[in-house]
């Protein structure tokens, strides 16, 4: 039986989260911001206060009140509907990439780790050559190179986090080709693609997952910081990245609120997900299974 089942005698999967989840109270915490921005992805734009691209002058750069919970821009638009209706856009932009490169980079790190040899030698020196660059300036010349378009900012966070999984991938790949399980499947006449779907990939899912996790946040960012830059989403939309970036050249001036809050919002989401990933791996740790 594949390892990735072997749970200790009496220990149920869902016992087994609940005691994970009381001994770790950072983990309750985790869970709960991961539902808020679930909640402000799904239905931000519903309970938006106002048309987050609605303009009103006359009430322009006007600080947090009761009527403005976020203040204003420079255009009048409320701050705090911005900000809610944009977690929707990160957020697909970052599970979109991270789903891309998850599948890509489990596909061929599978495929090494397990068949090695010329397969291994090719895919490993493709993601040392991705390695090699500095991954944001990387993700900067692919979306210059194809355009500042949604599409391609999710192309290049994809690309860029492929090597990660990969190598994850790999590496269980190659501990478990010539396990008791694996010789099993092989001598009952299953294919190799067949053992890799079933008995070596499965036992993957649970590094690469936290992994995944991980990545949530730091797609997040890379996205926004692309943004900042000017080469990610455009204006008018609603983008953390692009708010901290005009809010930033009203700081000096004293309207603080232009990118305090969407950097607040922005820093808050990558720092859940990364406790969402402390969460992960110690769900799937197999020393905390007692």
Do not use: C
């Not at 239905?43 to 947090?64: C, K, M, Q, R």
């Not at 949604?150 to 396990?179: C, Q, S």
């Not at 990545?215 to 953390?240: H, K, Q, Y």
């Amino acid at each position: 039986m594949a390892d990735v089942t072997a749970f200790k005698a009496g220990v149920k999967p869902r016992n087994h989260i609940v005691y994970i989840l009381t001994e770790n109270p950072v983990s309750i915490v985790a869970i709960a911001g991961f539902a808020v921005i679930v909640f402000a992805a799904i239905f931000g734009p519903l309970v938006a206060p106002y048309d987050p691209l609605a303009t009103n002058v006359a009430i322009s750069l006007h600080p947090p009140s009761w009527d403005h919970w976020f203040g204003t821009d420079q255009l009048g638009r409320d701050v705090f509907s911005r900000v809610l209706v944009a977690a929707r856009l990160d957020l697909m932009i970052s599970v979109s990439a991270v789903a891309l490169s998850f599948v890509i980079g489990a596909t061929i790190g599978s495929a090494a780790g397990y068949f090695g040899g010329w397969t291994d030698r090719i895919t490993g020196r493709v993601v040392d050559t991705i390695m090699a660059f500095p991954l944001f300036v990387l993700a900067m010349g692919i979306v210059a190179a194809l355009g500042n378009t949604v599409e391609n900012i999710i192309y290049a966070t994809a690309i860029i986090n492929v090597p990660f999984y990969a190598r994850v991938a790999r590496a269980e790949a190659a501990i478990r080709r010539t396990a008791g399980f694996v010789q099993a499947a092989k001598l009952s006449g299953n294919s190799d693609l067949r053992i890799l779907a079933t008995q070596v990939f499965p036992n993957a899912l649970p590094p690469m997952a936290v992994q995944a996790s991980l990545n949530m946040g730091w797609a997040i960012l890379n996205a926004a910081g692309l943004s900042f830059i000017g080469l990610g989403v455009r204006p008018p939309t609603p983008e953390w990245g692009i708010m901290v970036a005009e809010g930033a050249n009203f700081i000096i001036s004293g309207e603080w609120w232009l990118a305090i809050f969407p950097g607040l919002a922005l820093m808050l989401t990558v720092f859940t997900f990364n406790l969402l990933g402390d969460a992960l791996r110690d769900i799937v740790d197999p020393r905390q299974r007692t």
